[in-house]
């Protein structure tokens, strides 16, 4: 959330600017909001499990955020963390078969399908390089995410407000598209910062999510 919170800090900008070619310019001040407001959480309290951090930080961005991005990531985040349930430590394969959980729930609430120039132009792509890995590969979802948001500028917005800019909205990358490949890349970030846990003969493999269970 820490990767996440800097990586939307940063390019705030950019999102904003890409917002204002298909949409209302407020995408990256939303984000930046609602991504402070969960750093400031829970550098309050830190909660006792990986799903009450996903969970409390849905919350937070479903209650700072405006626009459907809000209520969108609030869902990812908030089902991802339901399905990981009171785990104290969670696999990385746990951690991806939640975010899958969560993006499938992100889709039903949007009613977007793959190729509708959306966030999931990003998420679909990412989950799917995971499941490719075992579960395993973030640094894969990270490519597979950046490349869908690329993706996403010849497409005609089939959903949200760049949607009502009909064939207009082709020859621009989508900003949600955008802010979901870079949380994704945040968790990337995040992933090679984690030591793996060495096995008991001390075989834990170093980096790439190759080995290790945390
Ligand atoms: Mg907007």
Redesign the pocket.
């Known amino acids: 959330m820490t990767a996440a919170a800097d990586a939307v800090a940063r390019e705030a900008d950019r999102l904003t600017e890409l917002?204002s070619a298909i949409?209302?310019?407020?995408?990256g001040g939303?984000m930046r909001r609602g991504f402070e407001a969960v750093r400031e959480e829970l550098g309050e309290e830190v909660p006792a499990t990986p799903g009450a951090v996903l969970m409390t930080a849905g919350r937070k961005l479903v209650s700072t955020v405006g626009?459907a991005?809000g209520p969108l990531y609030g869902t990812l985040l908030r089902r991802a963390g339901k399905a990981l349930g009171s785990a104290e430590r969670v696999s990385r394969e746990e951690l991806a078969g939640a975010l899958r959980t969560g993006i499938d729930a992100v889709a039903q609430l949007g009613g977007a399908v793959a190729g509708d120039k959306t966030m999931l132009d990003a998420l679909f792509p990412a989950v799917e390089a995971l499941a490719d890995s075992g579960g395993k590969d973030f640094e894969a979802a990270r490519t597979a995410a950046e490349q869908g948001a690329e993706e996403t500028v010849p497409l005609q917005a089939r959903k949200g407000?760049a949607s009502y800019l009909g064939e207009r909205s082709i020859g621009h990358q989508d900003?949600g598209a955008t802010s979901a490949a870079l949380l994704v890349a945040a968790l990337a970030e995040a992933d090679t910062a984690v030591e793996p846990e060495g096995d008991a003969d001390g075989t834990g493999s170093a980096q790439g999510g190759s080995g290790g269970s945390e």
């Open positions: 917002d949409g209302d310019s407020d995408h939303n626009g991005s407000r900003p």
